[in-house]
């Protein structure tokens, strides 16, 4: 038997979220508060990592803008989070990508899946 615990939690687990793995490229659109208003931003880049803690797992998703990494974590069952669209998919051999933070360029290039 379920107690109410389990049952609120069943709900917030119940987002539609695509299949996504370390190396996709996502596109995450995230609600951002700024006084009295409301946007969506996008943040897209490569997922470097998932940590899977139940209703707190968090994607860690990194790009390079203008020569600098800017990595952004992203709670999935935030009801901030909008939308995550997979725009690539990555063909990696890690789970963790962090690997790619000491990487430049050309050398930091992930296969795309085809």
């Known amino acids: 038997m379920a107690t109410t615990k389990d049952n609120i939690t069943?709900?917030?687990?119940?987002?539609?979220?695509?299949?996504?793995?370390?190396g996709d490229t996502?596109?995450?659109?995230?609600?951002?508060?700024?006084?009295?208003?409301e946007r969506i931003q996008t943040f897209e880049g490569t997922l470097i990592a998932i940590?899977?803690?139940g209703h707190r797992t968090t994607i860690?998703?990194?790009?390079?803008?203008?020569?600098?990494?800017v990595e952004r974590?992203?709670?999935l069952y935030s009801p901030l989070l909008?939308?995550?669209k997979v725009v690539k998919r990555g063909v990696v051999r890690r789970a963790?990508?962090?690997y790619?933070?000491?990487?430049?360029?050309?050398?930091?290039?992930?296969?795309?899946k085809k």
């Open 51 to 53: 940590k899977r803690r």
């Open 60 to 69: 860690t998703v990194r790009k390079v803008s203008n020569g600098i990494g």
């Open 100 to 112: 790619l933070r000491e990487r430049r360029g050309k050398a930091a290039r992930i296969k795309e």
């Open 26 to 37: 996502l596109r995450v659109s995230f609600k951002i508060k700024e006084g009295e208003k």
């Open 73 to 75: 974590i992203f709670p």
């Open 10 to 22: 069943e709900e917030k687990y119940s987002k539609n979220l695509p299949d996504f793995s370390p």
């Open 96 to 98: 963790k990508l962090y």
């Open 82 to 84: 909008e939308k995550i």
